[in-house]
């Protein structure tokens, strides 16, 4: 049986042929002018989808990168100004075992506080210094200059805060040390319901004033705050304007949270404040959020009724004993009893050392003065115990007090306080070297993860490489391969397909 081919068939075929090797031909020249094999999802989706997920770790690793390269300089300025300060405590020291010694008199010791009033005002630069134009000792408050020198000695205006960076996948380093734990002390408490508004934001308290709130339903309402409030009164006048949300203090007890429970969303939760005040601004709520508003740190100031187990952000303190030496008074005071500030004030007064505690200009720490003007009152720890240190009253991380101290023993030419005062110096030699070491191994673990990020950065190219790159060789081969098989598939067709007059009426 013969089977007749039609013209229309063979013409089909035909252009079959054609549009197939013509398409193979442009992906060939394609490649060869890209260098890429894959260049739209259909060439390979199963590589378009691993080439994805390798940009996407690329573009992770590159910031990464970036993260650690643009802030590095941040612990590289911590190391140098840590430098600076030791090698202060050191010229410092051996100012203080120079007057000690048999030719020291009250005027060689008048030279000598002189030159320690040199060394605090370069102790102070050091603990000032910025880096694009950000305090480093500021903790997270880079825009406040973290020390300043007042009559009782140094004031902290930072908060405790470490400066972090990410520098992985759910990873972050430190890229700055807080002045509060590298060269004074910052008590820190938490806020409480019984936290006096008066006492917040470092002491200014929060300026009396209105505030409305609008929860994502659309129900609003006027919140005013007076100077005699606390935060109880004051979380119970939110949670009394009958809307849907909540006040509370938040988990870490720094700042107030606001939680709206609205079941029907038509806006953002709104906190404004009314006739232009503050109060909002500065009980740190102010604004819009799509969620939940979780405000600011408030930084409360100690009073004598904060309780011991409220200092350092609510973790608390264990207090143990402390040295005092006050002229020819020395001896330890216990202040384990105590459960407020209150309580290690008067077992302070209460000792038999002549000597009055306080709590500092800044509500952050506690001092102790001698009630004898001839004499200064220094305070130590005890063996490898911190309370005189945690208290903020001398010895390791209080460089400034520990310095102060020496400067006012020499002035006063109180031997027994000079020699006292080497012991906290050592100690401050320490604390500052211990330092030194936590931002050395900080560097050298941002330098490292610097390293791995740049190695997966190779690694990821060439496998990227390896699955969107065209074999140049074989690409080249094909389209020559192509080219002859288009040419032959033309001429083949024009010989086959010539229709004349007689196949149309066959």
């Given at each position: 049986m013969v089977t007749r081919v039609t013209n229309q068939a063979q013409q089909a075929n035909s252009l079959q042929n054609i549009f197939r090797i013509t398409e193979n031909l442009f992906k060939a020249q394609q490649e060869i002018a890209s260098g890429k094999r894959i260049n739209r999802p259909s060439d390979d989706p199963a590589g378009i989808r691993d080439s994805l997920l390798l940009r996407t770790g690329i573009s992770q690793s590159k910031q990464f990168v970036r993260n650690i390269d643009n802030n590095r300089i941040y612990i590289q300025a911590t190391d140098s100004a840590l430098e600076s300060v030791d090698l202060n405590l050191i010229r410092a020291k051996e100012l203080a075992v120079s007057e000690l010694g048999g030719l020291a008199t009250a005027e060689t010791r008048g030279f000598a506080a002189n030159e320690i009033d040199q060394i605090i005002s370069q102790a102070f630069e050091s603990a000032n210094i910025k880096v694009k134009n950000q305090f480093i000792f500021s903790g997270t408050e880079f825009r406040t200059q973290p020390f300043e020198q007042s009559a009782s000695g140094a004031v902290f205006f930072g908060n405790s805060e470490n400066f972090e960076i990410s520098v992985g996948s759910n990873t972050n380093a430190s890229f700055a040390?807080?002045?509060?734990e590298v060269l004074a002390n910052d008590l820190n408490p938490q806020l409480t319901s019984s936290t006096q508004l008066s006492s917040l934001n470092g002491g200014s308290g929060i300026t009396?004033?209105?505030?409305?709130?609008?929860?994502?339903?659309?129900?609003?309402?006027?919140?005013?705050?007076?100077?005699?409030?606390?935060?109880?009164?004051?979380?119970?006048?939110?949670?009394?304007?009958?809307?849907?949300?909540?006040?509370?203090?938040?988990?870490?007890?720094?700042?107030?949270?606001?939680?709206?429970?609205?079941?029907?969303?038509?806006?953002?939760?709104?906190?404004?404040?009314?006739?232009?005040?503050s109060t909002a601004l500065e009980l740190g709520i102010l604004g819009q959020r799509d969620g939940n508003i979780s405000g600011s740190d408030l930084n409360p100031v100690v009073t004598s009724s904060t309780l011991i187990s409220d200092l350092k952000g609510g973790d608390g303190l264990t207090l143990n004993e402390i040295s005092i030496v006050n002229g020819a008074a020395s001896?330890?005071?216990?202040?384990?009893?105590?459960?407020?500030?209150?309580?290690?004030?008067?077992?302070?007064?209460?000792?038999?050392?002549?000597?009055?505690?306080?709590?500092?200009?800044?509500?952050?720490?506690?001092?102790?003065?001698?009630?004898?003007?001839?004499?200064?009152?220094?305070?130590?720890?005890?063996?490898?115990?911190?309370?005189?240190?945690?208290l903020g009253l001398g010895s390791g991380k209080n460089v400034f007090t520990t310095l102060f101290k020496l400067r006012d023993a020499?002035?006063?030419?109180?031997?027994?306080?000079?020699?006292?005062?080497?012991?906290?110096?050592?100690?401050?030699?320490?604390?500052?070297?211990?330092?030194?070491?936590?931002?050395?191994?900080?560097?050298?673990?941002?330098?490292?993860?610097?390293?791995?990020?740049?190695?997966?950065?190779?690694?990821?190219?060439?496998?990227?490489?390896?699955?969107?790159?065209?074999?140049?060789?074989?690409?080249?081969?094909?389209?020559?391969?192509?080219?002859?098989?288009?040419?032959?598939?033309?001429?083949?067709?024009?010989?086959?397909?010539?229709?004349?007059?007689?196949?149309?009426?066959?």
């Amino acid at each position: 049986m013969v089977t007749r081919v039609t013209n229309q068939a063979q013409q089909a075929n035909s252009l079959q042929n054609i549009f197939r090797i013509t398409e193979n031909l442009f992906k060939a020249q394609q490649e060869i002018a890209s260098g890429k094999r894959i260049n739209r999802p259909s060439d390979d989706p199963a590589g378009i989808r691993d080439s994805l997920l390798l940009r996407t770790g690329i573009s992770q690793s590159k910031q990464f990168v970036r993260n650690i390269d643009n802030n590095r300089i941040y612990i590289q300025a911590t190391d140098s100004a840590l430098e600076s300060v030791d090698l202060n405590l050191i010229r410092a020291k051996e100012l203080a075992v120079s007057e000690l010694g048999g030719l020291a008199t009250a005027e060689t010791r008048g030279f000598a506080a002189n030159e320690i009033d040199q060394i605090i005002s370069q102790a102070f630069e050091s603990a000032n210094i910025k880096v694009k134009n950000q305090f480093i000792f500021s903790g997270t408050e880079f825009r406040t200059q973290p020390f300043e020198q007042s009559a009782s000695g140094a004031v902290f205006f930072g908060n405790s805060e470490n400066f972090e960076i990410s520098v992985g996948s759910n990873t972050n380093a430190s890229f700055a040390l807080p002045g509060s734990e590298v060269l004074a002390n910052d008590l820190n408490p938490q806020l409480t319901s019984s936290t006096q508004l008066s006492s917040l934001n470092g002491g200014s308290g929060i300026t009396p004033g209105s505030f409305s709130i609008t929860d994502r339903a659309g129900n609003s309402g006027i919140v005013t705050v007076t100077s005699s409030d606390t935060v109880t009164s004051l979380i119970s006048k939110i949670n009394a304007l009958g809307g849907n949300v909540t006040a509370s203090i938040n988990s870490n007890g720094s700042g107030l949270q606001l939680t709206d429970g609205s079941s029907v969303i038509s806006q953002a939760l709104a906190v404004v404040e009314v006739s232009g005040g503050s109060t909002a601004l500065e009980l740190g709520i102010l604004g819009q959020r799509d969620g939940n508003i979780s405000g600011s740190d408030l930084n409360p100031v100690v009073t004598s009724s904060t309780l011991i187990s409220d200092l350092k952000g609510g973790d608390g303190l264990t207090l143990n004993e402390i040295s005092i030496v006050n002229g020819a008074a020395s001896g330890a005071v216990t202040l384990s009893s105590a459960t407020t500030i209150g309580d290690v004030i008067n077992l302070i007064n209460s000792s038999s050392f002549n000597v009055t505690a306080s709590i500092n200009s800044s509500g952050n720490s506690l001092l102790v003065n001698s009630n004898d003007s001839t004499t200064v009152a220094i305070v130590k720890n005890i063996g490898t115990d911190e309370t005189a240190e945690i208290l903020g009253l001398g010895s390791g991380k209080n460089v400034f007090t520990t310095l102060f101290k020496l400067r006012d023993a020499l002035n006063k030419s109180d031997s027994l306080a000079i020699l006292a005062s080497l012991e906290n110096l050592d100690s401050s030699l320490a604390s500052i070297n211990n330092n030194r070491a936590i931002a050395g191994a900080s560097l050298s673990r941002v330098n490292t993860s610097s390293f791995t990020h740049d190695q997966e950065f190779v690694n990821r190219s060439q496998q990227l490489s390896n699955i969107e790159d065209a074999d140049s060789v074989k690409s080249i081969s094909d389209l020559a391969n192509l080219e002859f098989a288009l040419q032959a598939t033309l001429s083949a067709t024009s010989r086959v397909l010539q229709p004349t007059l007689l196949d149309f009426l066959r």
